[in-house]
C-alpha cells in the first residue's frame, strides 16, 4: 500500500515538472522572438533614416562625386 502512494506522489511531482520547464521554455521563446522583432524594427528605420539623410545631403551639395 506504501508504494502506490509514493508512485502517484512521484507522478504528480514529475507532470509539475514538465509543466514548470515547458513554460518556461515557451516563455524564454516568446521573449526571444519579441526581442529580435524589436530589433529588426529598430535596423529599419535606422536603415530608413540613414536613406532620408543621404537624400538630404545629396539635394544639398549636387557637385560632390
Do not use: H
Not at 500500500?1 to 514529475?14: D, F
Not at 513554460?23 to 521573449?31: E, P, Q, Y
Not at 526581442?35 to 537624400?55: I, P, W
Amino acid at each position: 500500500m506504501k508504494n502506490t502512494s509514493k508512485k502517484s506522489t512521484l507522478q504528480v511531482k514529475n507532470r509539475f515538472y514538465y509543466i514548470f520547464w515547458g513554460t518556461a521554455t515557451v516563455s524564454v521563446l516568446l521573449g526571444q522572438l519579441y526581442v529580435g522583432t524589436g530589433y529588426r524594427v529598430m535596423a529599419e528605420s535606422t536603415l530608413n533614416f540613414q536613406d532620408y539623410l543621404t537624400r538630404v545631403l545629396d539635394t544639398a551639395n549636387p557637385n560632390t562625386f
